[in-house]
């Protein structure tokens, strides 16, 4: 019973039946070669990179070639052995360097898969130095740097691996946990020194049953304290701060991190990618990228970073209908690069933090008005009220957006996904929570 | 084409939903047609269709967005005629009608602006202004017509005399009264139907039912605890108002939705037990539905990571 009331987070929504996940369950992840690779030197928002490289160089995999510039960036490694073709600007004033691949690439050890690795060679300090020069960074979203995440301001008591995957269509993790188990579980371990934490809880939703059981057939071999905890399917039960409340029942305070809650959340992705970097000596170089939705071949790919999103979206067969919307990341809270794509232009490039690519079918669907229904209410995991932030954002009435509490919106759209008038309320509620953002900072440099 | 996340979303829209309702009302229709003769069937697509017409003429007028392809006024027209006699005269269903569509519900800003339920303003219209035409309760067809008094169950549960109705009579619907309210049954089958579809949740809909009843047999005609439960359960409009008009969307938080509906209970039993009127749904729902804001306002919140304020 304790169980039952601890493990919940309020609100959320089952946007889909399972079917979505099925398109590329049981498919082994597939490695994907490109001639040519575009890295791009600011792999998340604000985490700008210079260049370390020049064209015509000559780099190998694994070799840095971005240095950091600002807090939230981590390093870039080049994804391929090859030439530096060029070093050009590209969408939104970042900068691309573009590598050509040569024809034989450097082989990779398979060390972190080969049973449980001895890490009594490594100090914590060690570790997290080994995540900086790795380029370490959270690969479930945000992209945070992995070091700065291991170097908290608080102790904290518990390691989260954010294994929920509670986004639809995506199973890169899922196909990760299921293919690499013995690799998951020694960058667990990692992580687990690094943090000081006394335990582990790998958290995975209840729809992911052979995961669950390849994890605990390698879980039994460990002496460290790591357990798996499976939550009942909801999304979006993998947003960080709903991880926490649902496992831990603590809550991140309005404005601070999960150390604030004695807790580090890292994605497992990037918990295989720590396996990789300590006992394979590879930096954060390729991800598994799930290509599904409406295209011909759907599945997963183990892809440099940089790869071309038009490549892998071909190398899925291609877009099954001319009517389609290409969604980067998942389709809750991904973004929209392209409608009714054709294959022939490009679309961008692989980051660390790309978890897939879902190719949609068109929606239409019109805003009407509000009927009051209280939907968006009861499924919000904040506790915000989106109907009324929504009006207030819509009239420009920021002191209201302030008192509505919208700085805690987590974006994740349970709002308008419930919403029965087609309401947009997840991205005004996004509009008015940056808004506020920005009011709450100006008012504390006033101070 | 929605281009901005999440891209996924509900099949549910309003139209769906008020076309549910309208599914849900179907069983008392034809429950109501059965006891009380074909008239009753007119009287609501009457409703129905003046409705619809009235937020479409409307619209048109003011030019506005014609949003009748919502549904929302067609549930409106059925449960006005759902909530009065089937011996009303048509032109007073037509005034409730228009009433209901272009005062309460348009000139206060359309669909989900409406401060109440517009169907029971209109019936309250009739009420205040035509009392006549929406007291005289008609016996069922199936009942031999010798009683000339048409008292409903309830004017026998506020006097506290027996109310001459089996149990079976005031559960199938054989009993005087409005010609939507009687059928308890076919009601229930509605409203199952609508908590099914998840429409509608059941827990105001119960907390309303049980504080009428509770009130009403505790401060009972005869001194404390002589209350008639049954009568009052069945015998009025407390299944069709709390399973329907209760249940309209009008509050949000769903602690304010439960706060709201104990108000409507107790206002309710309040008209019962000492009102003027053996009836108190209408008033008990509309009272609510004027709290509502208030209510929200006063109701704290939790947000996620916010400590509380002492």
Redesign the interface.
């Known amino acids: 019973m304790q169980k039952l009331f601890s493990s919940r987070f309020p609100g959320g929504v089952h946007?889909?039946n399972g079917s979505d996940k099925a398109l590329t369950s049981g498919k082994a992840i597939r490695a994907f070669h490109p001639q040519k690779v575009w890295i791009s030197m600011e792999q998340t928002p604000g985490g700008k990179c210079s260049p370390l490289i020049r064209q015509g160089d000559a780099v190998k995999r694994g070799q840095p070639i971005g240095k950091p510039e600002t807090f939230t960036a981590s390093v870039v490694h080049a994804g391929i052995s090859g030439k530096v073709e060029s070093i050009r600007e590209g969408q939104a004033g970042s900068i691309y360097c573009a590598i050509l691949a040569d024809a034989e690439q450097p082989a990779r050890m398979n060390q972190a898969s080969m049973g449980v690795a001895d890490l009594s060679a490594y100090t914590k300090d060690q570790i997290v130095n080994a995540f900086r020069e790795g380029g370490l960074a959270g690969m479930g979203g945000a992209g945070f740097p992995a070091a700065v995440k291991y170097s908290p301001k608080k102790p904290v008591d518990t390691l989260l691996i954010n294994a929920a995957e509670c986004e639809?269509y995506l199973s890169c993790d899922n196909q990760l946990m299921i293919e690499q188990p013995m690799a998951v579980l020694n960058g667990v371990r990692i992580m687990l020194k690094a943090s000081g934490a006394e335990r582990a809880l790998i958290c995975l939703e209840d729809n992911k049953p052979e995961a669950a059981a390849s994890l605990q057939k390698v879980l039994e071999q460990l002496k460290e304290s790591v357990s798996l905890e499976i939550l009942p399917t909801r999304y979006p039960q993998g947003g960080e701060?709903q991880l926490i409340?649902a496992v831990t029942g603590r809550?991140?305070?309005?404005?601070?991190l999960p150390a604030d809650a004695g807790v580090i959340v890292s994605n497992v992705g990037t918990a295989k990618a720590a396996a990789d970097l300590l006992l394979d000596d590879e930096p954060l170089t390729s991800r598994v990228v799930t290509i599904t939705g409406e295209v011909n071949d759907p599945g997963n790919y183990l892809a440099p970073v940089g790869s071309s999103i038009q490549e892998l979206i071909a190398a899925a067969g291609g877009v099954k209908s001319p009517q389609n919307?290409v969604?980067l990341g998942g389709?809750?809270?991904?973004?929209?690069i392209a409608?009714d794509y054709d294959g022939k232009t490009e679309l961008g490039f692989v980051t660390k933090t790309t978890s897939g690519v879902?190719v949609?079918p068109?929606?239409?669907?019109a805003e009407?008005?509000?009927?009051?229904?209280?939907g968006c209410?009861?499924v919000c995991?904040?506790?915000?009220?989106p109907?009324k932030i929504d009006f207030a954002q819509r009239r420009e009435d920021d002191a209201l957006c302030e008192k509505l509490?919208a700085a805690?919106c987590?974006?994740c759209?349970?709002c308008?996904?419930?919403?029965?008038?087609?309401r947009?309320l997840?991205?005004h509620t996004r509009m008015a929570r940056d808004r506020v953002k920005q009011i709450l900072r100006e008012r504390k440099v006033q101070k | 084409?929605?281009?901005?996340?999440?891209?996924?979303?509900?099949n549910?829209?309003?139209r769906?939903?008020m076309l549910d309702v309208c599914i849900a009302l179907l069983p008392a229709l034809a429950g109501g047609t059965y006891f009380f003769g074909l008239r009753a069937l007119w009287l609501t697509l009457f409703s129905a269709a003046v409705c619809v017409l009235a937020e479409f003429l409307f619209q048109k007028l003011t030019r506005r967005a014609v949003?009748v392809g919502?549904c929302?006024a067609l549930v409106t027209g059925m449960l006005i005629a759902l909530n009065l006699p089937a011996t009303t005269p048509f032109w007073a269903v037509g005034v409730a009608g228009v009433f209901s569509i272009v005062v309460v519900k348009q000139m206060f800003g359309?669909?989900?602006?409406n401060f109440a339920n517009p169907a029971l303003m209109g019936r309250l219209l009739l009420m205040v202004v035509w009392p006549a035409t929406v007291m005289q309760n008609p016996l069922p067809r199936t009942l031999p017509q010798d009683a000339v008094s048409s008292a409903t169950v309830l004017n026998a549960a506020k006097a506290g005399t027996e109310g001459g109705y089996t149990f079976w009579q005031m559960l199938i619907g054989e009993i005087p009264g409005a010609l939507g309210e009687t059928s308890k049954i076919l009601l229930l089958i509605g409203f199952a139907y609508l908590c099914f579809r998840k429409v509608v949740n059941v827990e105001a809909t119960a907390v309303y039912i049980a504080s009428v009843l509770a009130l009403t047999f505790v401060f009972g005609p005869e001194g404390l605890f002589t209350g008639h439960i049954l009568m009052n359960l069945l015998g009025g409009g407390l299944i069709l108002g709390g399973c329907f008009m209760l249940t309209d969307?009008?509050?949000?938080?769903?602690r304010g939705?439960l706060f709201c509906a104990l108000i409507a209970g107790v206002i309710t039993a309040g008209i019962r037990i000492f009102g003027i009127y053996p009836e108190g749904v209408c008033l008990g729902i509309l009272t609510a539905n004027c709290l509502a804001g208030l209510i929200s306002m006063l109701e704290h919140?939790?947000?996620?990571?916010?400590?509380e304020k002492a």
């Open positions: 946007p889909t639809p701060r409340q809550e991140v305070p309005a404005g601070g919307r969604i389709p809750m809270t991904g973004n929209c409608v879902v949609l068109p929606a239409k669907r009407s008005p509000c009927i009051r229904c209280g209410v009861k995991p904040a506790g915000l009220q109907w509490d805690e987590i974006a759209g349970c308008s996904y419930t919403c029965p008038a087609g947009e997840s991205l | 084409m929605n281009l901005t996340a999440p891209y996924l979303r509900t549910r829209t309003t769906s939903v949003t919502d929302s359309g669909i989900g602006s969307y009008v509050f949000v938080s769903r939705k919140r939790h947000v996620y990571g916010k400590t």
